[in-house]
């Protein structure tokens, strides 16, 4: 298995701009998480989804933040428009119950989307 | 409401010495337990879980923990430092009472093993 897939790597755009992050689970996985990290908040939950379905969306900055998730196989993260304080590290992770072990979840992180914003 | 803490924001320690990095945690029901590993520019791996039975669970590259329920604690060992082990930790905890899936993770402790 590729592991969880998040692309682009690096972005680097200027603040006003959309910006727009993509991650594709594990396959089979049926929870969505996304993330932020920074040196100063650390890692924040965003925003996790169940079955394709927002479930706690809590921990959205604000609304210029938006995140989507069309099917099981991927999932976006907007940013509309981007300031500077939105520069960080953002991660996609997914979890799926094991066969047989019901209620047993490890989060699979993907390599994360290194963001700056000018 | 489920809360993580890890203590300290750094731990120092010489090669081939045993290290401890702290954690406790709070929950409603029964804790999922969990401790990751994140070394630079990469995302954080899965190191080890505590879901129950033995409360000294075995993990990836030498590393255990050990579930204290009367402390509330799951402090993550490793016998004999190395200086690879040299990363940011995180506990996370799940409360197994609650129907969300989120894991909330504590803020991370920086582990530096000197050679």
């Known amino acids: 298995d590729a592991g969880v897939i998040q692309s682009p790597r690096h972005e680097v755009t200027e603040m006003g701009q959309e910006v727009t992050l993509r991650c594709k689970p594990i396959s089979g996985h049926n929870s969505l998480f996304w993330y932020r990290q920074t040196m100063m908040r650390g890692l924040e939950l965003l925003i996790y989804?169940?079955?394709?379905?927002?479930?706690?969306d809590s921990g959205m900055p604000e609304d210029r933040f938006s995140a989507k998730m069309p099917n099981a196989s991927f999932s976006t993260l907007k940013i509309q428009p981007s300031e500077p304080r939105d520069s960080a590290v953002y991660f996609c992770a997914s979890t799926g119950l094991p066969r047989g072990l019901a209620g047993k979840e490890t989060q699979y992180f993907g390599p994360g989307t290194r963001l700056l914003v000018l | 409401a489920q809360s993580v803490a890890q203590p300290e924001d750094q731990v120092n320690v010489a090669e081939g010495n045993p290290l401890t990095v702290k954690c406790t945690y709070s929950?409603?029901?029964?804790?999922?337990l969990f401790w990751y590993v994140q070394y630079p520019n990469r995302g954080l791996q899965f190191l080890l879980k505590?879901?129950?039975?033995?409360?000294l669970v075995k993990g990836s590259y030498g590393f255990e923990a050990e579930f204290n329920k009367s402390q509330t604690s799951f402090h993550l060992k490793k016998p004999s430092a190395l200086v690879s082990d040299s990363a940011l930790y995180f506990c996370?905890?799940?409360?197994?009472?609650?129907?969300?899936?989120?894991?909330?993770f504590g803020s991370g402790t920086r582990l530096s093993i000197r050679p």
């Open positions: 996370a905890v799940r409360d197994d009472g609650s129907s969300a899936s989120k894991i909330i």
């Open positions: 505590y879901i129950t039975g033995d409360n």
């Open positions: 929950v409603s029901g029964n804790p999922y």
């Open positions: 989804f169940n079955n394709n379905v927002p479930i706690d």
